[in-house]
DNA sequence: GCTATTGTTGGACGCGATCCAAAAAAGATC
DNA sequence: GATCTTTTTTGGATCGCGTCCAACAATAGC
């Protein structure tokens, strides 16, 4: 067992308890203390599981997004089979039941605008990402550019329909396979 | 003349300020009040020029994409054609001098962080604006999310490398239209 | 028990952003 | 030129986010 004073709560529990709050009041109305509060944790605490209100339900994202970085961080080109199946790594351990919640309920929750923004943020992040990955392929850099917002807009369009038909339906991972599969021929 | 109290600044007076100071101090370390106080106006009266502080340099860029939207939500059927000469008539009105300054300078400014939330926010508006025209264009939902992103990352693209090399070097017409042509073939 | 380690807690702080009522500066009307 | 209307400015109040810190609590290993 690792040594120190063990947790009082999770990151998990606090994202349950803040989509509560945000279904019985709305994103805007509920504060940080509202969240900690619920779960059983004081308003400081809440900063040692989640950076931020907005970051809160992105974590397990945040997290996968930084494998995908690492595995497109490894050594040998990155060719397009690569890049698909990096995506889809990254994509098979995501299980981002909060964040599902949030975005099929953004309207009963007033979180259309925060969704916008954070969602923003982590397509642009993925982007970025795969377009360094590109680059390191021989790409130049504007269609590595290019290419990795289709990739990441790819990515960002699957999420949606899968969170929106409802997490039970179909694996992520599937959905998402679909997407990449539209993208030749997306730009023509 | 019109009626009614004349402004006594303007927001590209603002946005100097700003850059003079992000500049001297950084972006963080800069707050509104002194912005607004080297600009010569109130606290308050920054949010009659714009929403926030980082939004402030952004601001015609905005007013473009503003532009942009109203072009893409006319009647007929946007081809691709239509999508290019529609983006294309968004970049010849943009003149965001204060913007290109702080994308050149973002280490210097301190900015880097910002600027990736926000031009991510800018990023994601675009792709959603040209993915709705692709669809009224008859694409289906995913390839005109794909395209609508492979768009928006070459227009974000187009903007970085134009403000990089100096806004003086080229037109950023014709940098975007350069993006453009990359567009089909990034993701083959 | 003692110590090292890890988490929790409350409080204080600065800043961004919103709101509002009062005042100031212009044109319009007579 | 006095008054009215319109537009903008201004200061102050308020709220919440996010950071920081010192004190305290709970656990493992010795």
């Keep these: 067992m690792r040594a120190g004073r063990p947790r009082a709560s999770s990151r998990d529990v606090l994202a349950e308890a803040a989509c509560e709050l945000f279904l019985e009041q709305g994103f805007e ?15 400081s605490s809440f900063f040692n599981y ?3 209100k907005a970051g809160l339900l ?3 994202f945040d997290e996968r997004s930084a494998v995908l970085a690492d595995l497109l961080d490894a050594p040998g080109h990155p060719l397009d089979a690569v890049l698909r199946s990096a995506v889809l790594t990254f994509a098979e351990g995501l299980r981002p039941d909060a ?6 309920n953004a309207d009963a929750m007033g979180m259309a605008a925060d969704l916008e ?6 397509m642009a992040r993925i982007a ?10 021989g790409r130049d850099g504007l269609s590595a550019d290019i290419a990795g917002a289709a990739y990441a807009g790819a990515v960002m369009s ?4 899968w969170a929106l038909a409802g997490p039970g339906t ?14 030749p021929g997306a730009v023509s």
């Design 128 to 137: 970025s990402t795969i377009a360094t990955g590109a680059r390191r392929g």
């Design 170 to 183: 179909r694996a992520l991972r599937d959905v998402l396979a679909d997407a990449l599969d539209a993208l």
């Design 99 to 104: 964040l599902a919640l949030a975005i099929a």
């Design 29 to 43: 109305a509920t504060s940080i203390a509202d969240i900690a509060r619920r779960a059983g944790v004081s308003r």
């Design 58 to 60: 992105w974590a397990p």
């Design 50 to 52: 989640a950076t931020s």
């Design 117 to 122: 923004r954070e969602s923003a943020v982590r």
């Design 158 to 161: 699957a999420l949606r329909h």
